[in-house]
């Protein structure tokens, strides 16, 4: 078991002093004010990459690729923010760092965000744009990829295609993702004292406020209910100190009694979405990452 380092202990600190925790917490009363929107990527990524925008329902589509030739791998990339937050700086510098360590095109779409709308409606966006990316990029240059409940949609998005006859990317990578939005998982509590970020009754609000109408159990909004078989393979990283570690564990657990392997890695002490944050441990993830995606190279 690796020993966290110096830096997260200092980052953990400062995110419980700051309130983080309480902030998610009080969700529900935020978010009465409306979401978050989504800030555009920074100046400084256009001088880097190229950016273009367009839009799928009204809702803008940021593609990311870099400024010489891209390579064929195209990685679709889907937000956290607990339903109700849109793009900041933390993830556009996070998908600028894909970009430059695998020389790939990332598509970031800007989907509808709670409480204004639903689940629905985020599915009314996303499955023509997977449509459009699995017929221009093909299923097998294609990965989809998020945090949080960027990560959840991403295997929820994989169980639906799944269900409609529709060819599965070449790969799913979750990061910390929020896999059910009953929290009626009891390991919850347990972890509950060691978060730093997230709060039980803030992310059980936000969750209510995603699904609407639809039941809590059903798997677009919680795809622990779903199935994992047929999926494309599956890489989870997930820290001990995060809430959502319960039902990462129990999915790890269901897709074994389902014959399906999840590549896990779960990491000791680790907060809520760590493997975006400037740590060791981090480096390490995207090191993860980057060889599992890059090509293998015939030899000659």
């Not at 009204?58 to 923010?81: K, M, N, Q, S």
């Not at 607990?82 to 510098?93: K, L």
């Not at 494309?232 to 001990?240: D, H, K, V």
């Amino acid at each position: 078991m690796t020993t966290p380092s110096a830096q997260s202990k200092i980052v953990k600190a400062y995110l419980r002093l700051s309130g983080k925790k309480a902030q998610v917490n009080r969700t529900k009363e935020t978010s009465a004010r409306g979401a978050v929107p989504s800030g555009p990527p920074p100046g400084k990524l256009y001088r880097k990459h190229h950016i273009t925008q367009r839009e799928i329902n009204g809702r803008t589509v940021w593609t990311i690729a870099p400024r010489e030739e891209a390579g064929d791998l195209h990685i679709c990339y889907f937000h956290g923010g607990a339903y109700v937050g849109g793009f900041t700086a933390f993830y556009w510098n996070f998908i600028s760092r894909l970009v430059d360590r695998l020389h790939c095109t990332v598509t970031a779409p800007d989907y509808p965000l709670a409480p204004q709308y639903h689940v629905d409606d985020v599915f009314a966006m996303v499955l023509p744009l997977y449509r459009e990316l699995v017929a221009t990029a093909g299923v097998a240059n294609l990965t989809l990829m998020g945090d949080s409940a960027g990560g959840g949609l991403s295997l929820a998005l994989a169980q639906h295609v799944r269900e409609a006859g529709i060819a599965q990317p070449a790969h799913l990578i979750l990061l910390s993702p929020r896999l059910d939005v009953t929290m009626t998982n009891p390991g919850i509590e347990e972890v509950d004292p060691l978060d730093v970020v997230l709060g039980v009754q803030g992310l059980r609000d936000a969750g209510e406020m995603y699904a609407g109408e639809t039941e809590g159990t059903d798997y677009h909004v919680s795809p622990i209910y779903g199935s994992v078989k047929n999926l494309a393979p599956i890489t989870l990283f997930i820290g001990t100190h995060d809430i959502l570690v319960a039902d990462c564990r129990k999915l790890k657990a269901q897709a074994a009694a389902e014959g399906v392997e999840i590549d896990y890695h779960e990491y000791e002490a680790m907060m809520h979405v760590w493997m975006m944050l400037p740590l060791p441990e981090a480096e390490r993830a995207m090191d993860t990452i980057v060889a599992m995606l890059t090509p293998t190279q015939p030899h000659p």
